[in-house]
């Protein structure tokens, strides 16, 4: 088992990306804390790891509040003894051509996706200074690299690639790695909320722009997760992975 006896916080986890992300880890042998707004997700989420034999807590609340975020430290803490992995997943889209965005589209993506990473990263990051071992996974996005429609979004996903080399530069020698995910087109409900006619052209579009020619799965995020989870990564720190088929090379 790769991550046998870890404790490992996965924010958004109540659907898409951040479940597979608990189910791997729990195969693993990781204990859980799923965390999520959507509360009857988060609970589904953590029954499925206690069916299969694993330990999850679920604690709800959103990454923009900062006592949400300590809540799931502390709760880490008290239920499983410590906090050995974050993984800054939540996120949300609010896309609009950028001459008709509004300060809330604006405001509310910047909220969840860049505060939200900056609260993970402090919240679990003293924990893990403290006892000199750490591993902070930061889900960022190929559209860090600029899209159509996303300018609060990529702000914010680019905004996360430069915490994660901050991050990483002042906690290296603390014994904590911190990397990003830069997911491409992930088949999750995300992706499912688009117009019908966007998702047909996207997949009119795929085999030009995906040399490998499909979406991705939550399943392809979590197993660079559980690498960058597990001691396997030990020397890897400060950088940003893309997991896109080839989308952005
Ligand atoms: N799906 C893709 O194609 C894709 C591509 C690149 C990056 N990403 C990123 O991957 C991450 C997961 O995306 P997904 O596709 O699984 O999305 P999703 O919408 O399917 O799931 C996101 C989950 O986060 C939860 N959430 C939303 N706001 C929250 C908040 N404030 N606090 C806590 N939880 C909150 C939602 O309730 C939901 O369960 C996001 O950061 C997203 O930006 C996704």
Partial sequence: MRLKDKVAIVTGSGRGIGEGIVLRFAEEGAKLIVN??????????????????????????????????????????????????????????????????????????????????????????????????????????????????????????????????????????????VNAIAPGMIWTDMMKSMPPETIKQMDAMLPYMVPMNRKGSPLDIANLALFLASDESSFITGQVIFCDGGMKI
Wanted: aromatic share 4%; with cysteine; charged share 20%.
């Fill in 36 to 177: 999520d707004v959507n509360e009857a997700d988060a609970k589904s989420v953590v029954e499925k790891v206690k069916a299969s034999g694993g330990k999850a807590v679920a604690v709800i609340g959103s990454v923009a509040s900062r006592e949400a975020v300590q809540k799931m430290v502390d709760t880490a803490i008290k239920e499983f003894g410590t906090v050995d992995i974050i993984v800054n997943n939540a996120g949300i889209t609010r896309d609009v051509i950028l001459h008709k965005m509004t300060d809330e589209q604006w405001d509310q993506v910047i909220a969840v996706n860049l505060t939200g990473v900056f609260y993970g990263i402090q919240c679990a990051g003293r924990v893990m200074r403290e006892k000199g071992y750490g591993k902070i996974i930061n889900i960022s996005s190929t559209s860090a690299l600029g899209n159509v429609g996303q300018i609060n979004y990529s702000a914010s996903k680019a905004g996360v690639i430069g915490m994660t080399k901050t991050a990483a530069k002042e906690m290296g020698s603390k014994g904590v790695n």
